[in-house]
């Protein structure tokens, strides 16, 4: 995953291939770093699609329930996909420190969530996330804050899992990374299959955690204690 100045003066993510092998851009806003103080605002042209929708559904968005649900949806959607305007460079913060400790650090239980890309609606969990230091550490609260920037977008579970560990791989450069996911899938609660109990496990390992199954154990053991 690489990170560069693009000619309009945001940053261009040129982040994984999606599902079809194409390319995607993402527009992002430099100094923004986290998600907490943004106001988010109203979009005319989403207003306008949810009214669409509200009349072909059978429903009429004139009625006192529905008056304003246009504007609050647009407002939810700039909530739930404002990871595609943070800065990485931001986020990270200058928060890289050099240490000479050696062994696994671990943030587990960090709860997610995310809007699937084929219905649209939100899936959620947990992520765990556990790297090996090469001489730098990151700062704790940024772990979390990375998984919300790739959580707070269009997702399909695999590829935020993937990008986790491709974002922390190639900041840090440690000697490993490695990230599990649960998700609870609304698209296969709500609609489809209806399978409540059903939960989705992803995971992405880089460098000794996919090398070594020693430290892998050592990782998933960490994870499956209460």
């Known amino acids: 995953m690489a990170f560069r100045n693009s000619t309009n003066g945001y940053h261009t993510d040129h982040a994984l291939a999606d599902d079809d092998g194409q390319e995607y851009e993402t527009l992002i806003v430099q100094g923004r770093g986290k998600l907490e103080g943004v106001s988010y605002q109203s979009d005319p042209a989403i207003e ?35 990871g595609y305007h943070i800065d990485p460079d931001a986020l ?35 992520v765990h996330v556990a790297y090996i230091p090469n001489g730098k550490v990151v700062g704790l609260s ?12 269009l997702q399909v579970q695999e590829r935020m899992t993937v990008q986790i560990a491709d974002f922390i791989n190639q900041r840090l450069e440690p000697l490993g990374v490695a990230v599990v996911a649960e998700g609870v899938h609304m698209c296969a609660v709500m609609r489809g299959v209806k399978k409540a ?30």
């Open 197 to 226: 109990g059903a939960t989705m496990v992803t995971s992405a390992m880089r460098g000794v955690f996919r090398d070594d199954p020693k430290t892998r154990s050592e990782f998933m053991a960490h994870i499956e204690r209460a």
């Open 92 to 126: 990270i913060n200058d928060a890289i420190f050099s240490v000479s400790y050696d062994e696994m650090v671990l943030v587990k239980n960090i709860e997610f969530a995310s809007l699937c890309e084929h219905h649209m609606l939100p899936f959620m969990g947990r």
């Open 142 to 153: 940024k772990i979390p804050r990375i998984v919300e920037m790739f959580a707070r977008r």
């Open 48 to 82: 306008d699609a949810v009214r669409v929708i509200l009349k072909q559904i059978g429903e009429n968005p004139e009625r006192e329930g529905l008056l304003k649900t246009p504007s609050r949806v647009a407002k939810m959607y700039a909530e739930l996909t404002a």
